[in-house]
């Protein structure tokens, strides 16, 4: 199976090739990003270029050469998933809660990726071996939907139009508390906590993070609202919902393990997910229903 390139043109000035690179295809990590670079995989203005630290401007042409998927070392999972839609290009998948997506220390088996690995019959090999096809993420126990791509080409395009902000990403959460506006924006910046380094937090400095909401419905001590991602941050929905004073139900590490509801995490559900198909240019929506857990919270609770 032949490498296959990308071409793109830097969009602002970089201080680093790698770090324009990352940030035009941001689920390539830095490390992996370097490596191509290091292999002669990636040519700046039309020459190859062996060094990540080489100054970008704007307008700049670069050529990402992405090698073929590697024979997958990792194990098949038997557990199945529901496939919500499937063709040549892409699937979409409606991920269950406590699912991790991709292997990663302490959890090589039952992912989302082996499960992919024996469930479908290619994954685009943009992001390695332990990410294939892995176009976006969610956490563990936040269910919903996602887009996985088949091949490189299709996998390129997803990721540009999130990265261009034209596929659409909506979640329904159950807040603690009532909020007092129906909806609104939630814009700041978010980056590691100093305190715990495994959690993020509002901080003056690291990437921007924006998040409109709505309120979907209001109930006596809790608030059903509607949640779109404009940037997709690490854990971006649940640090803005308790930066806002209203944490996501069950969330155990930006709220309360809630025992009340006997949970098994936190209340967040990707619920909606709209795209242009990356070879036909169809427009396409996908949604998926409350998980049975959230629906049985909704229905014990007393609406105002």
């Known amino acids: 199976m032949p490498a296959e390139s990308t071409q793109f043109n830097a969009e602002s000035d970089f201080s680093r090739l790698d770090v324009c690179i990352a940030e035009k ?17 990636v040519e700046l203005r039309g020459e190859k270029c062996l060094k990540a630290g080489e100054k970008v401007k704007r307008g700049d042409r670069i050529s990402v050469e992405i090698p073929p998927l590697k024979t997958l070392s990792l194990a098949p ?29 302490g959890a090589y088996e039952d992912t989302l990726v082996n499960v992919l690995i024996a469930s479908l019959d290619s994954l685009s090999g943009i992001n390695g071996v332990m990410r294939p096809g892995i176009v976006h993420r969610l956490d563990k126990d936040t269910s919903g939907l996602l887009v996985v791509a088949k091949n490189d080409n299709a996998h390129v395009e997803l990721q540009r139009q999130i990265a261009q902000k034209s596929a659409r990403r909506i979640y329904t959460a159950l807040l603690e508390g009532e909020l007092q506006k129906d909806e609104g924006t939630i814009d700041t910046f978010l980056d590691r906590s100093s305190a715990d380094r495994k959690k993020y937090a509002v901080s003056r400095t690291g990437r921007r993070a924006i998040t409109h909401y709505k309120v979907l419905r209001r109930y006596h001590g809790y608030t059903l609202v509607m949640f779109e991602l404009e940037t997709g941050r690490t854990h971006q929905i649940r640090v803005h919902a308790k930066h806002i004073g209203h944490p996501v139900v069950g969330d155990p590490v930006y709220g309360k393990a809630d025992k009340k509801f006997g949970l098994k995490g936190q209340l967040l559900h990707a619920s909606r997910l709209i795209l242009t198909h990356p070879s036909t240019g169809e427009r396409m929506e996908f949604t998926s229903p409350l998980p049975d857990y959230f629906q049985r919270v909704l229905d014990g609770l007393k609406p105002l």
């Open 77 to 105: 999972s038997q557990k199945r998933v529901d496939i919500v839609y499937q063709d040549a290009d892409m699937a979409v998948i409606d991920k269950p809660q406590g699912m991790v997506v991709h292997p990663a220390p």
């Open 25 to 41: 295809l941001p689920d390539l990590t830095r490390s992996s990003v370097k490596k191509l670079i290091e292999e002669g995989r």
